[in-house]
């Protein structure tokens, strides 16, 4: 299984909501990513984790909030977003923190109102 | 100054032709290199690591010039399924926090039957 699966794959949601998005491996990695990709830009990390701990937290807006409840999941909590937080949210993993490659996921489109 | 840039683009190049992009970068604690391919609306896939000797995959070579910064990716006999955004990533080895992997802003190919 060479798989990270990410839910939902869409997401539409107000500033007054909170939502999460998921994601989740099974390949044993230690690393997991989340990045944010705008339409026909790159995607920008925005938060690391190494071995289930926060490593990397690329000035992100408290309105976003990670969470890695065990090594083989990852969550982003959203609340009261802004409608420049419309992206592609993508997930990443990779076996050690220190490896060169890295799995996507396929992404969840948000929108945001 | 951006960490990695790319050809701008698009190339819009006929079925067979030889295609080449360019990409540098300007930290100079860049650790390890790669071309990422990603299609519309998809996440990222990873194409190939590019090492320092030069490696060279089906149709595709990459090349890595320490000394100059600069990494380069050759698409001979391009095929229409060729058709994409290359990403040229870097990874930079942040001692305290881990790796991040920055991304280029990508050059868009299209191979025109």
């Known amino acids: 299984d060479t798989e990270v699966t990410q839910t939902p794959k869409h997401l539409v949601m107000g500033m007054t909501n909170k939502k999460s998005l998921k994601c989740e491996q099974h390949?044993?990695?230690?690393?997991m990513y989340w990045y944010k990709q705008k339409a026909k830009k790159p995607p920008e990390l925005m938060f690391v984790?190494?071995?289930?701990?926060?490593?990397i937290n690329e000035s992100v807006p408290s309105r976003f909030s990670p969470e890695c409840p065990n090594s083989s999941l990852l969550n982003l909590h959203l609340h009261a977003l802004q409608p420049e937080d419309s992206a592609l949210y993508l997930c990443?993993?990779?076996?050690?923190?220190?490896?060169?490659?890295?799995?996507f996921g396929p992404g969840t489109r948000l929108t945001a109102l | 100054r951006k960490e990695v840039e790319q050809d701008p683009g698009p190339f819009n190049v006929p079925e067979g032709a030889t295609v080449a992009f360019n990409c540098t970068y300007s930290?100079?604690?860049?650790?390890?290199f790669f071309w990422y391919r990603q299609d519309c609306r998809k996440e990222p896939k990873l194409l190939m690591s590019?090492?320092?000797s030069g490696n060279e995959d089906g149709r595709f070579t990459a090349q890595l010039n320490r000394a100059s910064q600069y990494i380069s990716l050759l698409i001979r006999d391009s095929k229409l399924s060729d058709s994409a955004t290359y990403l040229c990533?870097?990874?930079?080895?942040?001692?305290?926090?881990?790796?991040?992997?920055?991304f280029g802003p990508g050059t868009r190919l299209s191979v025109l039957p």
């Open positions: 990443a993993s990779s076996q050690e923190p220190g490896a060169d490659t890295q799995y």
């Open positions: 390949m044993g990695h230690r690393a």
């Open positions: 984790y190494s071995y289930e701990k926060l490593s």
């Open positions: 930290n100079s604690a860049s650790q390890s």
């Open positions: 590019v090492y320092s």
């Open positions: 990533v870097v990874k930079i080895w942040l001692y305290f926090y881990g790796q991040n992997f920055v």
